[in-house]
């Protein structure tokens, strides 16, 4: 494998400036649940000083009225989206009222589903829609399993780079084609190799006993108040939130051999009625419960570790964007948020993931079986409950395999990838970054999740006291942060010309929304 990349990017560095491969395009995408100093949710409406949460491109919400979600445009470097994120929250910290950011993925102290605010966009009908698909999830899956936050790292290679790799590859069709070939490629790859994610970085070993209110729960007792799991790294990945059985139950499961095959899956997906939603009912004494009874209201409703994107355009359908104008970007989903870190992600991670990414590029990327898809699930969630256990196997082409083994293999395939990198940029970031992971691979006692598992042992605290405790070091350092001038002009500006945006929207005239909603539904 490490001299297939290496022959592949000495091809690579003949045909093109090879001083592009550092240039692809980063965004990142943190969900932060806002929490009372008490820590339990926050009941207040998302503050209107921070604007529109419908129109903000920046600053807005996910699930929950209280689940903020910051978001940086695409930029050239990992550090520059960084710095966008970390002038983002330290905005918002200096606004909010005797409230704070809590610091990990997995919520705490959680009054029931009825103390969870579904997200609130207004009274136009593109507002109604985006909250009702929200009411829709909490009927369908329950509001707590929503309001776990994570962090989607998004990125795309340098365009200037795809026509040097069509000539190379010597492949038949269209440039567009060819790129869409190459991605759905990294994502297949980036799903085989997805359970390096949580291990390396997952961040919720543990979880506050509130969250299984109403529910039972197999995970054994870290002390009275917190469950955990002895050698977990993510149970946010795990069994206990969004996975994919869920989907397989419903007879559904996405296909990645090609961009059309996943898009037409997809959208036959939020066509297709299930028995199941249709016992909740769509409109109920007036009153809708969801967008629809198919096995997806949306799109977006699909769990994936790893998603290919295209900007929409208007309401536009996500599968119809893709089919329509292939892929532009690609999201990886399963990062949790980095609780030591006040961004929610550190600039090692950062780094890490764009050699990762390249990795899983310009490695060969077969097509999954029903077998390997079986693994691919499997493994996930073996990483999730059991990551740091001694000499756990993976399953791999039919067979098993050491996790540390097939770690250090794909790691030191890397190498190459973070060599060059560092040479074009004049550093050693990237090979620090990959190294950093060997170790944690010789290690699993470097691991986050087993580092906070020590300190939660070391200082007597359960899971609340852990977060709680690091919610407040991070809103020191955020309320410390000094914002240059003119982002917060910049930020000012955002807010208010969202609010006005909103505004504009909800007066011009309505579409009767049912009619609204049938025309949007009815996109193919």
Not at 35 to 58: F, K, N, W
Not at 119 to 130: I, L, P
Not at 143 to 152: D, E, N, Y
Not at 206 to 214: E, N, Y
Request: aromatic content about 10%.
């Amino acid at each position: 494998m490490r001299e297939s990349i290496q022959s592949r990017l000495a091809r690579l560095a003949s045909e093109a400036d090879i001083q592009l491969l550092s240039d692809g395009r980063f965004g990142l995408e943190k969900e932060s649940l806002r929490v009372s100093m008490a820590g339990g949710i926050a009941q207040t409406p998302h503050p209107r000083v921070l604007g529109s949460a419908l129109t903000h491109p920046d600053i807005t919400t996910d699930y929950s009225e209280a689940l903020m979600e910051f978001i940086t445009p695409p930029l050239a470097r990992v550090g520059q989206s960084l710095d966008y994120l970390a002038d983002l929250q330290a905005y918002v910290y200096q606004r909010l009222d005797n409230e704070i950011l809590w610091a990990t993925s997995m919520p705490c102290v959680l009054a029931g589903e009825e103390n969870i605010p579904v997200a609130e966009y207004g009274s136009s009908n593109a507002g109604r829609m985006k909250r009702l698909y929200r009411v829709g999830l909490g009927y369908r899956y329950g509001r707590v399993m929503q309001v776990i936050a994570g962090v989607h790292f998004n990125w795309s290679l340098a365009e200037a780079l795809w026509p040097a790799l069509h000539r190379i590859d010597g492949e038949a069709g269209s440039l567009r084609e060819f790129r869409d070939r190459r991605y759905m490629g990294l994502v297949r790859n980036l799903q085989r190799h997805g359970w390096m994610i949580p291990y390396l970085f997952g961040a919720s070993p543990a979880v506050c006993k509130s969250f299984f209110v109403g529910k039972a729960t197999q995970l054994p007792m870290f002390d009275e108040s917190t469950h955990y799991a002895p050698y977990a790294t993510s149970l946010r990945m795990g069994d206990i939130g969004y996975q994919n059985v869920r989907e397989e139950g419903l007879g559904f499961k996405a296909c990645y051999d090609d961009l059309q095959s996943y898009a037409d899956q997809l959208l036959r997906a939020t066509m297709t009625p299930v028995e199941a939603w249709e016992d909740i009912g769509v409109k109920v004494n007036g009153e809708y419960r969801q967008l629809n009874a198919s096995i997806l209201q949306i799109e977006n409703e699909y769990y994936s570790t790893v998603r290919p994107k295209q900007v929409l355009e208007g309401l536009e359908k996500p599968s119809l964007a893709l089919k329509h104008r292939g892929i532009r970007y690609v999201e990886l989903r399963s990062l949790d948020v980095n609780t030591y870190h006040p961004l929610g992600l550190d600039e090692t991670q950062g780094y890490f993931l764009a050699v990762f990414l390249l990795y899983c590029l310009f490695s060969e990327s077969q097509q999954i079986d029903g077998v390997e898809r079986r693994e691919i699930d499997r493994n996930l969630l073996e990483v999730a409950h059991r990551g740091r256990e001694p000499q756990l196997m993976l399953q791999r082409g039919g067979g098993r395999i050491a996790l540390r083994d097939w770690a250090m293999e794909i790691l030191e395939a890397m190498l190459p990838i973070s060599e060059l990198l560092d040479g074009i940029q004049g550093g050693t970031w990237f090979d620090d970054a990959v190294d950093e992971q060997i170790n944690k691979a010789r290690a699993a006692e470097l691991t986050p999740s087993a580092r906070m598992l020590e300190e939660m042992r070391d200082r007597g605290e359960g899971f609340y006291e852990f977060a709680r405790r690091l919610s407040h070091q991070h809103q020191r350092f955020f309320l410390q942060h000094q914002l240059p001038t003119e982002v917060v002009a910049r930020l000012d500006a955002q807010a208010s010309t969202s609010l006005a945006d909103q505004e504009r929207l909800e007066a011009e005239p309505q579409q009767d929304f049912d009619q609204f909603l049938a025309e949007y539904l009815a996109q193919t």
